[in-house]
């Protein structure tokens, strides 16, 4: 517990030198990488909700991930998760390391708009396969 007490009240001095560092790159700098993470956003929340409806998909409000909602059959988020990275290439976060059974969370910041595009359609592909062949398909 002392270990994580000091941890967030004192970051350690390299973590401060890269504060400094991007507080010197300048408002210009943030900006620009603010400007991708709107298209970004867009391209993941359009992958999500054509293959999983509407109303599946929440977050992306100050935050750099959505939670997704798994089509019925789908519990096992680690599982979809796995085999999205494995057969898709696309890398998702289960919902349940993050207290939603069932979800998967996906991040569209950290990638560069035409990166994210190729990401997006990956996921809409991987996505489209679960709805087509169903649990089925893990066996």
């Not at 085999?83 to 289960?94: F, G, Q, T």
Request: proline share 5%; glycine share 10%; net charge positive.
């Amino acid at each position: 517990m002392k270990v994580q007490d000091t941890i967030a009240i004192c970051p350690t001095v390299v973590s401060q030198k890269v504060a400094l560092a991007a507080l010197g790159a300048g408002r210009e700098w943030v900006q620009e990488r603010v400007r991708g993470l709107k298209e970004n956003k867009r391209l993941v929340i359009q992958a999500l909700t054509e293959t999983l409806g509407p109303g599946s998909v929440a977050g992306g409000s100050g935050a750099i991930y959505l939670m997704a909602k798994l089509p019925k059959g789908f519990e096992n988020d680690t599982q979809v998760v796995e085999w999205l990275s494995e057969k898709h290439r696309v890398c998702a976060i289960p919902g349940s390391a993050c207290g939603a059974p069932g979800e998967i969370r996906v991040c569209y910041a950290n990638l560069a708009p035409a990166k994210c595009e190729e990401a997006a359609r990956r996921l809409k592909a991987g996505l489209s396969e679960l709805r087509e062949k169903g649990p089925a398909i893990f066996q």
